[in-house]
C-alpha cells in the first residue's frame, strides 16, 4: 500500500500495513472512514474476499466475502450502501449480476436489479443516488453508457448516448 502525504507531497510505503492478500483487478471504496479492499485476482484465482482498512487503527480486517468471485467489476457507494456491480468470475465469464453490502448485518445480497447485460473493468462515477457506467469488455470493448436511476419500483438503467471510442479500463469522475 502506497499513501500519498498531501501536506509533504511525497508517496510513503512505511506507514500503512500491508493487505492480506495480495491481488490486483481488485475495486475498493471509503465507506463510513473506512476503505474496504474487495475481490480481485491473485494470478492463480478470482477473489472472493473482502478487506477492511481502518485508519485509525492502521490496520486491515478480514470482512464478509462478496457472494460470489469477482474481478475488475465496479465498486461504489450510492444509496448508503457499498455496490458491486459486474466483472469477471472466471477468466472467460463475464457476470450481470448486482450486490450490496448490508453493513449492519455484515453480510453481501443480491441487489434486485442486474446490469442491462454482463460487463467487466468498466468504468463509473457516481452523482447523489445515480450510478453512470461507461464501457467495459463484453466479449469486447464497448462504447455504451448508462445510469441506473431510482425509480419508483427501485433502481432502473438508461441508456445513454454511445462514447467516441470503445474503451475499458478507464477513469470517470463528476465535476460540479
Request: a negative charge; zero cysteines; aromatic letters at 18%.
Amino acid at each position: 500500500v502506497e499513501r500519498y502525504d498531501l501536506s509533504i507531497g511525497i508517496w510513503d510505503t512505511s506507514y500503512v500495513h500491508p493487505f492480506k492478500y495480495p491481488r490486483f483487478n481488485a475495486t475498493s471504496v471509503v465507506f463510513d472512514g473506512q476503505i474496504y479492499l474487495m475481490g480481485g485476482q491473485n494470478g492463480e484465482s478470482i477473489l472472493r474476499e473482502v478487506e477492511i482498512y481502518d485508519p485509525a487503527q492502521n490496520e486491515w480486517t478480514d470482512a464478509q466475502k462478496l457472494r460470489r468471485d469477482r474481478a475488475a467489476f465496479a465498486g461504489a457507494v450510492f444509496n448508503n450502501r457499498i455496490y458491486a456491480i459486474g466483472g469477471k468470475k472466471d477468466y472467460n465469464t463475464l457476470i450481470d449480476e448486482i450486490e450490496w453490502y448490508d453493513h449492519p448485518a455484515d453480510d453481501w445480497l443480491d441487489a434486485v436489479f442486474d446490469l442491462p447485460y454482463p460487463r467487466a473493468a468498466h468504468f463509473y462515477s457516481v452523482s447523489g443516488d445515480t450510478f453512470y457506467m461507461f464501457g467495459g469488455f463484453y466479449y469486447d470493448p464497448t462504447r455504451t453508457a448508462y445510469k441506473a436511476i431510482k425509480g419508483p419500483n427501485g433502481y432502473e438503467w438508461e441508456q445513454l448516448s454511445d462514447l467516441y471510442y470503445s474503451r475499458a479500463y478507464g477513469a470517470a469522475t463528476v465535476s460540479r
